[in-house]
C-alpha cells in the first residue's frame, strides 16, 4: 500500500512580489476555484456530442489568514490602493 504525504509547510503564496504569510488553520486555507466551466458539451438530435474549451482561464483564489497576519495589512493596502486609484493591484 503507498501513502502520498503533503505539507503546507512546503507551499509558498506569493501575492504580487509579496510572500504571505500567517495562514489559517485547516486543509482548505488556499482554494483556486474555475471562474467558468473548462468545457461545454452539447448533444445532437442524434446523440453526436460536440464539446468546446473555454478560453477563460481566470480563477477566484481565496487564501485564508489568521487574522493577526501581517500579510492582511498588506493585502489591505493594496485593495485600497486598486479601490482609490483604479492602478490594477
Known sequence: MAFN????KHVDVIYGVED????G???DVVTITPNTEQFTQVVGAKGDVARSQTSDNSCLVKV?????SKSNKVLMALYNLDRE????V
Open 5 to 8: 504525504n503533503q505539507s503546507f
Open 20 to 23: 504571505l504569510e500567517g495562514f
Open 25 to 27: 488553520e485547516g486543509d
Open 64 to 68: 485564508k489568514l489568521l487574522e493577526t
Open 85 to 88: 486609484t483604479g492602478a490594477n
